[in-house]
């Protein structure tokens, strides 16, 4: 999408895009950065309680909305590759210690659950905010919110139809939000213990696009690349899962028999 | 109190870039860095972040 909003940067100076296509064209491309945005929001929010996520998230949105104010139409001055390489580096590290964690954990009791799993044992607080779930919600809103703020723009100056491309992009905010609320109830039924192995893969996935895309590499088949990505940890996680399963195996039997 | 918030900043980054294993976050730089240098030099690079990471989540899992 982003190649696209590039091309179309470079081919679009004289060509009329009449607005609806302008207006499609921003919403589907807003749409790939907003689902992106709304997994990292519901998956953390899930495994770390949505209290300090929405905090987290807002205050994306105010720093997002400061910019925009700021910069205006120049938001292109904003250094996105430096904050891909950044908050993807940082997203990966930890979404990798999830994914670490969940690995051990569906090894170790199962997909069904880890039984005497507390809040305060996974270190969150019982009172205040959990800085954890409010930096990632914050930077998952802030990195994407500015991908499609750099779409609009891209779209919108080149075919001279800036409303049309605002109105694309609010429209895939609101059709993608509400998908992802409806969502949540579904997600918070997942176990834990799997969920935070769901969401230490996906983390690490969207990290691993982010960072690699921050220093100027290019991933064949560009947004495509974040499902292979997944498929690839996932397919890493059950390999390790299995090891881990087999190597305890003993152990558990013996548990059992106790 | 400033000391003590910059203790707790300190703390809460730790805690969110190294965690129980550090050679994780040691990777990824060291995989980062090598993908930079492979490009400057014009190669396909891709592919080494995610094999580095798989790897080393295996390498990290048999020492628990």
């Known amino acids: 999408m982003r190649q696209a909003a590039r091309a179309a940067e470079n081919q679009c100076g004289d060509i009329a895009v009449s607005d609806p296509s302008v207006f499609v064209t921003t919403f589907l491309a807003s749409a790939v950065e907003v689902i992106e945005m709304v997994i990292i929001i519901v998956g953390v929010g899930s495994v770390r309680g949505w209290r300090s996520t929405w905090l987290g998230a807002g205050a994306g949105l105010a720093v997002l909305a400061v910019l925009v104010l700021v910069f205006g139409t120049a938001l292109q001055a904003v250094p996105i590759d430096t904050l891909r390489l950044v908050i993807g580096s940082l997203l990966l590290v930890f979404g990798l210690q999830w994914l670490r964690k969940g690995i051990r954990r569906v090894a170790a009791h199962g997909l069904r659950g880890m039984g005497d799993w507390s809040a305060s044992a996974e270190g969150i607080p019982a009172h205040g905010v959990d800085w954890t779930a409010f930096t990632l919600a914050f930077k998952g809103v802030l990195l994407e919110g500015l991908e499609v703020a750099f779409i609009v723009v891209s779209f919108g100056l080149t075919a001279q139809a800036l409303g049309s491309a605002v109105a694309g992009a609010a429209a895939a905010f609101a059709v993608i939000g509400v998908a992802g609320v409806a969502t949540r109830n579904v997600v918070q039924r997942i176990p834990r213990s799997a969920l935070q192995l769901l969401v230490g893969t996906l983390l690490s996935s969207f990290g691993t696009f982010w960072a690699v895309e921050g220093l100027g590499v290019a991933w064949p088949g560009d947004e495509i690349a974040i499902l292979a990505l997944t498929g690839w940890y996932a397919l890493a996680a059950a390999g390790y899962t299995a090891l881990l399963r087999r190597r305890a195996h003993p152990l558990i039997a013996q548990t059992t028999q106790g | ?64």
Do not use: C, N
């Open chain 2, 1 to 64: 109190m400033i000391w003590r918030w910059l203790a707790g900043f300190g703390r809460f980054w730790y805690e969110f870039i190294i965690g129980d294993d550090w050679t994780i976050a040691a990777t990824v730089a060291a995989a980062l860095t090598a993908t930079w240098t492979l490009h400057l030099a014009g190669h396909d690079a891709w592919w080494l972040l995610p094999l580095a990471v798989v790897i080393e989540v295996g390498l990290s899992l048999r020492s628990d």
